[in-house]
């Protein structure tokens, strides 16, 4: 991955109703060395802190607790700000799908989710936003 396209220590929203979940993904970006600015486990909170803080990534869980769910809570993010998006989900029906693709998320990582698999999904996803950026910006 090209240094230059991403900060550093990338920080990283997460937005995942179950603690457990939150607590592995927490620690499993710090061993990535990415910085979480946040767990939060409604939409609500994700959306405001997202638009507020503007990590480098948010990590979305789909079913969330409150009336909104993680796909909504992404179309509201990128309404307000260009941040990739990367759903962490054990929903992988054709609905969810079709409805999370209307997003223009950036990844989508079914759980249970391996390690490995994680991490490069992430770094995929950041070069990924990286890069239409730049081509935004020419």
């Known amino acids: 991955m090209h240094a230059d396209l991403i900060s ?5 929203l997460i937005v995942e109703d179950e603690t457990l979940i939150a607590e592995e993904l927490r620690e499993r970006l710090s061993q990535f060395g990415y910085s979480v600015i946040a767990a939060v486990d409604t939409a609500d909170e ?17 079913r969330l607790k409150g009336e909104k769910d993680g796909v909504q809570a992404a179309q509201e993010i990128r309404q307000q700000v260009d941040i990739p ?22 990844a989508y990582v079914l759980k249970p989710f391996h390690r ?20 935004r910006k020419q």
């Open 8 to 12: 550093p220590e990338p920080r990283v």
């Open 46 to 62: 994700g959306i405001a802190i997202a638009t507020r803080d503007r990590p480098d990534l948010v990590l979305m869980d789909i």
């Open 85 to 106: 998006i990367v759903y962490v989900t054990a929903y992988s029906d054709r609905l969810t799908v079709d409805r999370a693709r209307q997003t223009d998320y950036d």
């Open 116 to 135: 490995r698999e994680l991490q490069s999904t992430i770094e995929v996803a950041m070069q990924r936003h990286a890069m239409r950026m730049q081509q």
